[in-house]
């Protein structure tokens, strides 16, 4: 291609240079609550999740949390008044049917 004059300043080489070499998009990291929305949305298992992640990084993106940041994402979600051991759970049993701030 040759350079000629253009009234709006594209030039050939400018033309050439968009359609060979798309414009670079900036990756941005994923926040662990968004992985924790994604594997929940998708019904993904921690094996999956892991696999899309370490493709992803394997093919340069590095966008995904870790396993383990999506875990404690998740256990900030779980209400302060729940118990949660390895083999079992205790939730608080209310026998009424009014919210705490009711019964103010």
Same mark, same amino acid.
């Given at each position: +291609?040759? @350079? %000629?004059?253009?009234?709006? $300043? *594209?030039?050939?080489?400018?033309?050439?240079?968009?359609?060979?070499?798309?414009?670079?998009?900036? +990756?941005? @990291? %994923?926040?662990?609550?968004? $992985? *924790?929305?994604?594997?929940?949305?998708?019904?993904f298992s921690r094996g999956q999740y892991k696999a899309v992640r370490a493709k992803s990084?394997?093919?340069?993106?590095?966008?995904?949390p870790s396993y383990l940041s999506v875990q404690n994402a998740k256990l900030e979600c779980r209400p302060t008044e729940i118990s949660v051991e390895d083999h079992f759970v205790v939730v608080p049993?209310?026998?009424s049917l009014t919210t705490p701030q009711e019964e103010l």
């Open positions: +291609m040759r @350079k %000629i004059g253009s009234k709006t $300043g *594209l030039t050939a080489a400018k033309a050439r240079a968009a359609i060979v070499k798309p414009p670079e998009k900036e +990756m941005t @990291k %994923i926040a662990p609550e968004e $992985g *924790l929305a994604f594997l929940l949305n998708n019904n990084k394997g093919d340069g993106a590095d966008i995904w049993y209310r026998t």
